[in-house]
């Protein structure tokens, strides 16, 4: 079965500064493929970011970048250069090989960017 | 470009009416479509998923039921609403691929509040 989790329920972050949401996931399956959104109080969720179980490389995509360490099954998600638009809840997402029509979502964290 | 709709954006039902949330998809064609559930502050529940016109994946036991009568419409229904219904609904859409790098794209959402 497919797992994702997220501990941190709640952080704070000084603007400019830079900050790590934590995930971690378990899977049995040898491709998969790591998501992270963005949610505004909105509610409106926000594609951020992508990892594939076969990069070699960790993702970036501007301010966010994901540290990927595969053998500790952990696809933090880092945002550098904190902003106060930064400011929301941040899911981490994963999608396996073999059940490909379904994404597992993780709790979620609420990220708060202090002025 | 696509783009995804749902509507009503906020509905506000008494206990025992019925239900239909609306989600359409323009841009694509043959999505895989999701309904999702959020409680206030809390993470994501797959409700249904649906790969193709009529078939209807369920993944939660509970008064609610999904359509897909056309292949960019998806509607979330129920005969009875409970007061636990109450919650963010969230249609999403994906390209109808294995591939594990395609991500899912969201709706606007609806707040349904159950009274």
């Known amino acids: 079965a497919q797992k994702i989790t997220q501990t941190q329920p709640g952080m704070f972050v000084q603007e400019k500064e830079a900050v790590t949401l934590d995930c971690t996931y378990d899977?049995?399956?040898?491709?998969?493929?790591l998501f992270w959104y963005k949610q505004p109080s909105s509610g409106e969720m926000i594609f951020l970011i992508y990892?594939?179980?076969?990069?070699?490389q960790n993702a970036t995509e501007g301010r966010y970048s994901l540290n990927f360490q595969k053998a500790r099954k952990s696809a933090n998600l880092v945002i550098s250069a904190s902003q106060l638009g930064d400011s929301a809840m941040y899911f981490c997402?994963?999608?396996?090989?073999?059940?490909?029509?379904?994404?597992?979502f993780g709790s979620g964290t609420k990220l708060n960017v202090k002025p | 470009s696509q783009t995804i709709h749902q509507w009503p954006a906020t509905l506000v039902q008494p206990v025992g009416s019925p239900l239909s949330l609306e989600c359409t998809v323009e841009?694509?064609?043959?999505?895989?479509l999701y309904w999702y559930r959020q409680a206030a502050g809390r993470g994501l529940q797959l409700l249904f998923y649906?790969?193709?016109?009529?078939?209807i994946s369920s993944e939660v036991p509970q008064n609610l039921s999904a359509s897909r009568p056309q292949d960019r419409q998806f509607i979330l229904s129920s005969k009875k609403l409970l007061l636990s219904d109450s919650g963010f609904y969230l249609c999403?859409?994906?390209?109808?691929?294995?591939?594990?790098?395609?991500?899912?794209?969201f709706g606007p959402g609806t707040r349904l509040l159950v009274l």
């Open positions: 841009g694509t064609s043959n999505p895989n």
């Open positions: 997402a994963m999608r396996g090989e073999y059940n490909f029509n379904k994404f597992y």
């Open positions: 899977t049995s399956d040898q491709s998969y493929g």
């Open positions: 649906s790969i193709g016109i009529g078939q």
């Open positions: 999403a859409w994906k390209h109808f691929s294995p591939k594990v790098e395609e991500t899912q794209y």
């Open positions: 990892q594939g179980s076969y990069d070699e």
